[in-house]
Nanobody, 126 residues
């Protein structure tokens, strides 16, 4: 079992930056990949980005490319989401997820991830 805990959410003005962190614990083996998803009120959960734990390569959703970056610290078992040039439409609850199984590419569907955090609220004011 893996426990994921997000932190770093809050209120920020449009154009500002915020950095989210996800701490993983509980499982001795490393995940294959970790990801960020977000869900705004009344909308479906949306893929934000993912990172392969071993290689560090990333995949980002189209709506955040060029503004968000994902990184991981394998020694600390943490993943970060650096969010720049934030827009009001980025307002959502952001969730951290982990995938334990191998896959040939970074997955973008919720169903491809085995473990989830509780989420952290990000609010961007206009």
């Amino acid at each position: 079992q893996v426990q994921l805990v997000e932190s770093g959410g809050g209120l920020v003005q449009a154009g500002g930056s915020l950095r989210l962190s996800c701490a993983a614990s509980g499982r001795t083996s490393s995940p294959y990949a970790m990801a960020w998803f977000r869900q705004a009120p009344g909308k479906e959960r949306e893929f934000v980005g993912a990172i392969r734990w071993g290689g560090g390569d990333t995949s980002l959703g189209d709506s955040v490319k060029g503004r968000f970056t994902i990184s991981r610290d394998t020694a600390k078992n943490t993943m970060a989401l650096q969010m720049n040039s934030l827009k009001p439409e980025d307002t959502a609850v952001y969730y951290c997820a982990a995938r334990s199984r191998y896959s040939g590419y970074l997955r973008r569907s919720q169903s491809d991830y085995d473990y989830w955090g509780q989420g952290t609220q990000v609010t961007v004011s206009s």
